[in-house]
């Protein structure tokens, strides 16, 4: 008892306001990303996709790919699903038990926000910034609160990255070797993980050229940490090549041979990003640019890559979806930090002089310095109103559970044995099986150039489920259009969600 006295005396001694900022902002982290966890924002295709693959896993049935009727089957790479597997073997299987896995991870990446602005940068008013401003971007989280792969893969880019800058500082190889371990995971998470080897190798040589390391022994370093990131890897490729012998080409064909449909639309969605958010996209990229014209050598160093690798893959994409930027969302946090702390501390010195203090509203306009510093701290302001204008949103939302009634009404009305095609969320919230085949029923244009139905499927199919990500994200074609006229009848309406029975 006298030692965990002890032990609590010299922690709380060393406590200072800096430590309580921190812990106040994750909790704040926290409590977004678990708030009505359930029915905000509504439970996905992809999520359910994903459920499915991680209750196999947790039932030690470990097959990370996805089955559908017709369709073909598609390896995933297996971490996020081993997290969401334990998260369902301790807790169960449920909507809030498989989202915790990102909210968790979420909330880290703000501590670890704070970690790159003390540690990394000596600034911890950088870092504690930062982290508050990751903690509350609507962007963040908004993907933060999805069971999807995102957020765990952007974690483990950054811890990669944390540990290679502690490397360079340190000269020492164990932090190298848990830099390529955490590169390792974020490959093993998503397939895109390899960005934190793109960054650190820009890193790597950025730190060489500019004298912090000498070239011999940057590139020994980074050798050291694509091998541990390769035996990281090596056993789920090992266990992957022997349950499949094609796993390599059904992943490459996925990944990088897959048909692109329409012209490359990433410029258009990152200027967009910027428009929408322009507390962290906008001001993360001023910060970037500000960093490197005023030669500031550990930001640059550090975001350049950071920020400049994913961006320039992305900006050519030819569809970009949110979650796809998420690797972004905490060095732009920290270039932003950066940029507005810096503003902040000029100003404050520009005012520290009495006189202009008592004078200060003629010397806004007489001084530059003071005006511009003025002008960024309103829209500063106006970014941070917008911000929380949009979290307030998932405060006074009152849900969306469409797929668990469409999944509650399966269980209680629907016959054994039926035959249903549907969203995969709500064949992991039903008891009963509900294949993933609305994409394959109308033959994705990605593969078949054309609408066409999917005859195998449609004479066995017994029930049909269109929910809006059919309605509104593929679209309903003619054939499909005219096979629910003359062949289905409108069962059971739920909000935008369409059960059609086969007659």
């Not at 792969?149 to 880019?157: C, G, K, N, V, Y």
């Not at 960054?199 to 070239?215: M, W, Y």
């Not at 012998?245 to 967009?272: H, K, S």
């Not at 994409?439 to 029930?463: F, K, V």
Request: aromatic share 14%; with cysteine; charged share 15%.
């Amino acid at each position: 008892m006298e030692r965990l006295v002890h032990i609590l005396k010299k922690h709380v001694g060393t406590l200072t306001l800096e430590k309580i900022i921190v812990v106040i902002i994750i909790g704040i982290a926290l409590l977004l990303r678990f708030w009505n966890l359930e029915g905000v924002p509504r439970f996905s295709y992809d999520e359910g996709n994903y459920c499915d693959i991680s209750e196999n896993t947790a039932n030690g049935r470990f097959m990370w790919w996805s089955h559908s009727f017709a369709g073909p089957a598609y390896w995933n790479l297996p971490l996020f699903f081993i997290f969401t597997a334990i998260s369902f073997t301790l807790f169960g299987s449920g909507i809030v038990q498989a989202r915790a896995v990102s909210a968790i991870f979420g909330s880290l990446t703000c501590y670890l926000a704070y970690r790159f602005g003390k540690d990394i940068l000596n600034k911890e008013k950088v870092g504690i910034l930062a982290a508050g401003l990751y903690a509350i971007d609507a962007y963040a989280l908004s993907i933060d609160r999805l069971a999807l792969l995102d957020t765990t893969q952007s974690f483990f880019i950054a811890l990669s990255i944390f540990f290679c800058y502690v490397s360079f500082r340190s000269n020492k190889q164990a932090y190298t070797i848990l830099a390529g371990i955490c590169a390792g995971l974020a490959i093993l998470t998503k397939a895109t993980g390899a960005f934190a080897i793109l960054i650190i190798f820009v890193s790597t040589l950025l730190n060489a050229i500019k004298g912090k390391r000498e070239l011999e022994q940057s590139i020994r370093s980074f050798i050291i940490l694509l091998v541990v990131c390769i035996i990281t890897i090596s056993p789920y490729l090992i266990f992957a090549r022997l349950s499949d012998p094609d796993v390599l080409q059904t992943m490459i064909g996925m990944y990088l041979l897959r048909p692109q449909r329409g012209e490359a639309q990433g410029i258009y969605y990152f200027a967009l990003s910027i428009r929408s958010n322009p507390l962290i996209f906008g001001f993360g990229f001023i910060g970037l640019i500000y960093s490197i014209f005023l030669k500031k050598r550990k930001e640059s160093f550090l975001l350049f890559p950071w920020i400049f690798a994913p961006t320039i893959v992305l900006l050519f994409a030819n569809k970009l979806p949110l979650r796809y930027l998420s690797p972004l969302f905490l060095p732009l946090s920290i270039a932003a930090s950066v940029f507005i702390i810096d503003i902040a501390m000029q100003f404050r010195f520009a005012t520290s002089n009495r006189h202009v203090k008592r004078r200060l509203l003629c010397e806004l306009f007489a001084n530059p310095r003071i005006l511009l510093s003025v002008l960024i701290g309103l829209i500063v302001l106006i970014g941070l109103y917008d911000t929380l204008n949009s979290v307030g949103a998932i405060f006074t939302s009152e849900g969306d559970y469409e797929p668990q009634q469409v999944a509650e009404y399966l269980d209680l009305y629907v016959e054994e044995g039926a035959v249903i095609v549907g969203n995969p969320a709500i064949d992991f919230l039903s008891k009963k099986h509900v294949f993933h085949d609305t994409q394959t029923l109308i033959e994705n244009a990605e593969r078949q150039g054309d609408y066409t139905l999917h005859q195998s499927l449609l004479d066995d199919l017994n029930y049909l489920i269109v929910d809006p990500q059919l309605k509104y994200g593929w679209g309903i074609s003619p054939e499909l259009h005219e096979f629910l006229e003359s062949q289905c009848i409108l069962e059971r309406t739920f909000g935008d969600t369409d059960l059609y029975r086969v007659f």
